[in-house]
């Protein structure tokens, strides 16, 4: 009996990085590669973690162009393959819509919601009754890139639930943990790409003289052109909030957290917020903790509205508390108990974190604030994972 994944054989030419047939057409996207050329002219070490990130970070971009450019020849010529989601140089124009599948400044596939990327798609093709997603990396450690797989197998779900999900993953030689993906993806392994030749060509981004081939075939598609069923993300966190918090009785209620619609909301979000706090209540949560150890001293008194924000989140098999505040006129802070230890970090000022705690503040109602005694139920009582 045929898989699904007969159609996907590895094609000599992408195995091999074969750009003869799509040369010109890489100088037509945008690479990050300033910065790169400016150390480069410095006496910086080659063998510097920071160079050699610095550069990895390049060659990714590149072999992802690579790829994709093959895969948009290969999905054409492949009769499987009904529909080819265009990008970077193929598609018409960049859109900054609300919410929707788009084209970001970057020329990548990406979902929006709120104006913020909630995931982005290294290409994205259909079959008859699948939707499948590309994920090209020259990282040799995969487990990150696993992790990453099932938020958007979760949101592809939502957004197509007529289609089934599946993940083409691209990976070059020496690439660890090839046999342990999920069973809806398939695996191709490439050849190394080390034509320095190209590499340093590419960098310079000169496409004088080079002729962009533009594709035209009945299959090929604009991102904002794919219908998607209606996901309105931060309508449904509130959902989540009011849902979670209907048990009266125990704080929290974890039979929500069962549901199937749940559990994949649950790797969207990654996590859900439950309500607030204030500053007094939370030193009385450390101390039932035990915390011994801040990585970062707080200013209590310099906490906006003096509120901090309440997240339930899944870490490994165990739910977790997480706690957000803002500074005053300052930084976003994530806080984490670990052990005896506060974890304290910094949340980026424009990510998608600090949009949602926004969002969650502007609906919390007296009802949602929590005090230290209903943090320690809640701590008490939650189950594990399933």
Known sequence: ?????????????????????????????????????????????????????????????????????????????????????????????????????????????????????????????????????????????????????????????????????????????????????????KVWVTDVLSDEKLINSLMKNNNSGKKFIQKFDKKLHHAKDIKVAMFKYFDTLNYILKSIRKDSENILDFKFLKDEKVLKWFEIFSKFYIGHLNSTSFVEVLKYKEVSLISEDIPLENIQEDQIVVTIEKIKENYELIYYLKINNGKLKKLEVKDNNLIVSN??????????????????????????????????????VL
């Open 1 to 185: 009996m045929k898989d699904n994944y007969s159609f996907l054989k590895l094609p000599n030419n992408i195995k091999a990085l074969d750009v003869a047939t799509i040369l010109d057409n890489l100088y037509f996207y945008s690479y990050h590669s300033k910065y790169l050329q400016k150390i480069q002219k410095t006496k910086i070490d080659k063998e510097d973690p920071h160079y050699i990130s610095t550069y990895s970070s390049f060659i990714g971009e590149v072999y992802e162009n690579i790829i994709y450019e093959l895969l948009l020849d290969y999905a054409i010529n492949n009769n499987a393959i009904t529909s080819f989601v265009l990008k970077g140089p193929h598609q018409d124009r960049y859109e900054n819509l609300k919410s929707g599948l788009m084209i970001d400044r970057n020329d990548q596939i990406v979902y929006k919601a709120g104006y913020k990327d909630v995931t982005e798609f290294d290409a994205l093709f259909f079959t008859k009754d699948s939707v499948w997603f590309v994920e090209s990396t020259i990282v040799k450690t995969t487990t990150s890139l696993r992790k990453r797989l099932k938020k958007k197998k979760a949101l592809l779900q939502i957004l197509f639930p007529k289609k089934n999900v599946h993940a083409l993953i691209i990976l070059s030689k020496g690439a660890l943990g090839i046999n342990v993906f999920p069973k809806y993806c």
């Open 347 to 384: 949340k980026d000022p424009k990510g998608f974190t600090a949009s949602e705690i926004k969002y969650m503040k502007f609906i919390f109602k007296k009802s949602y604030k929590l005090n230290s005694n209903e943090i320690i139920k809640i701590e008490r009582s939650k189950p594990k």
